[in-house]
Antibody, heavy 121, light 106 residues
Framework: EVQLVESGGGFIKPGGSLRLSCAASGFTFSRAWMSWVRQAPGKGLEWIGRIKSQKDGGTTDYAAPVNGRFTGSRDDSTNTVYLQMNSLKTEDTGVYYC????????????WGQGTLVTVSS | DIVMTQSPATLSVSPGEGASLSCWASQSVSSKLAWYQQKPGQAPRLLIYHASARATGIPARFSGSGSGTEFTLTISSLQSEDFAVYYCQQYNDWPRTFGQGTKVEI
């Protein structure tokens, strides 16, 4: 089955750290550009980061609100992508989606179910 | 950042009617525009990419058009399962950005 399954969300205090994992199956993970998209409660979608395939350099890009605090990585041997989140702020609260990039561009053709991150004191 | 603006914020329609949703980009994104549908409590689902290409499994009643800065998602003859929030997203420039969404309601 083609799917993405996220884990690692939870409740954390401001300033804390959390690592999200996303396990992929059913497609050639090593070729895929993987992204993270979040959604604050009751709000719209926000693209926060992307990691390219190793073939395309394996580089990462981040949106300004998380740049320097969040780090994406991938393990093609286990078909898993990670998002390390440090120095968390209350405004980081939301559902975090793992997302697979499309074959023709940086849109999302496969979404995970999402994992909730709550940052609160 | 490229700002994506969607209109209207809410669209009230009846089943069987058609609907047109608009999306504007603050600068040209060529045809690098996608549309997604999101229902409450669910992850979004890709409908359209490259402004007008339907994703796999998407019914023909969904169509996209436009290029540059103006885009439209058209839903002909709305079905009950089409009532949801719709987002546009540009992928021409980093960071990728979404519109704020259009809620299609009965």
């Amino acid at each position: 089955e083609v799917q993405l399954v996220e884990s690692g969300g939870g409740f954390i205090k401001p300033g804390g750290s959390l690592r999200l994992s996303c396990a992929a199956s059913g497609f050639t993970f090593s070729r895929a550009w993987m992204s993270w998209v979040r959604q604050a409660p009751g709000k719209g979608l926000e693209w926060i980061g992307r990691i390219k395939s190793q073939k395309d350099g394996g580089t990462t890009d981040y949106a300004a609100p998380v740049n320097g605090r969040f780090t994406g990585s991938r393990d093609d041997s286990t078909n898993t992508v990670y998002l390390q989140m440090n120095s968390l702020k209350t405004e980081d609260t939301g559902v975090y989606y793992c997302a697979k990039g499309g074959p023709y561009g940086d849109y999302v053709d496969l979404w995970g179910q999402g994992t909730l991150v709550t940052v609160s004191s | 950042d490229i700002v994506m603006t969607q209109s209207p914020a809410t669209l009230s329609v009846s089943p069987g009617e058609g609907a047109s949703l608009s999306c504007w980009a603050s600068q040209s994104v060529s045809s690098k525009l996608a549309w997604y549908q999101q229902k409450p409590g669910q992850a979004p689902r890709l409908l359209i990419y490259h402004a007008s290409a339907r994703a796999t499994g998407i019914p023909a009643r969904f169509s996209g058009s436009g290029s540059g800065t103006e885009f439209t998602l058209t839903i002909s003859s709305l079905q009950s399962e089409d009532f949801a929030v719709y987002y546009c997203q540009q992928y021409n420039d980093w960071p990728r950005t979404f519109g704020q969404g259009t809620k299609v309601e009965i």
